[in-house]
């Protein structure tokens, strides 16, 4: 089952992956920060804090034993990504 959510997953258009994923971390561990995810324009510091909260998932989980990175580590480097993309055309399409 596991390998079937992931093959999914891998065929979703990542914009959904990423919204899913980072609504679960978010909810988990700084659900305060989830209305930042429908913000029309949030502010550099917001972009950087959701960037902080993906940094320590990947740091914490997205490594083997053998500091090689997962398939949840690869994901979060996509997200981390995406994010710095959008999170920078947010914040420059203000300034």
Known sequence: MGYQSLRLEVVMPLKNVSRAVL????TRVRPEL???LEAKEPDRSEVLEI????GNELAAFGFDASSTPTAY???????????????????????
């Not at 609504?23 to 978010?26: D, E, R, S």
């Not at 960037?51 to 993906?54: K, N, P, Y």
């Not at 994901?75 to 203000?94: K, P, S």
């Open 23 to 26: 609504t679960g971390i978010l």
């Open 51 to 54: 960037l902080d909260v993906i």
């Open 34 to 36: 989830l209305p930042i």
């Open 73 to 95: 580590g690869m994901l979060l480097e996509r997200i981390i990504d995406e994010v710095n993309r959008i999170g920078f055309e947010w914040v420059g399409a203000r300034g």
